[in-house]
């Protein structure tokens, strides 16, 4: 079993920053997948960003140049630094674990809302 626990949203001002953690605890694989994802009002969830064990990245086109994805794999640990913050940016992200070793299976964080706004 996987637990996933993010942290860091909260509201900023557009043109600011935050930056989302979200830690995996239990039985983490060798082969995996974190990302963060979002879902704003009204709207289907999106990808926003993910990172395999091996460091490969994927990131939406709507965030590039603004947001970078990184891991720690020694703490299980994702983050998000989010960077010239867009309105259009506001919604709750949620971090995602991805398992390929043994069997697949994906595990979903609780979600944490991120609000851009003057």
């Known amino acids: 079993q996987v637990q996933l626990v993010e942290s860091g949203g909260g509201l900023v001002q557009p043109g600011g920053s935050l930056r989302l953690s979200c830690a995996a605890s239990g039985s983490i694989s060798s082969s995996n997948d974190m990302g963060w994802y979002r879902q704003a009002p009204g709207k289907e969830r999106e990808l926003v960003a993910r990172?395999?064990?091996?460091?490969?990245?994927d990131y939406a086109d709507s965030v590039k140049g603004r947001f970078t994805i990184s891991r720690d794999n020694a703490k299980n640990t994702v983050y998000l630094q989010m960077n010239s913050l867009k309105p259009e940016d506001t919604a709750v992200y949620l971090c995602k674990y991805t398992n390929y070793v043994v069997r697949y299976f994906e595990i979903w964080g609780q979600g944490t809302l991120v609000t851009v706004s003057s």
């Open positions: 990172i395999t064990s091996g460091g490969s990245i």
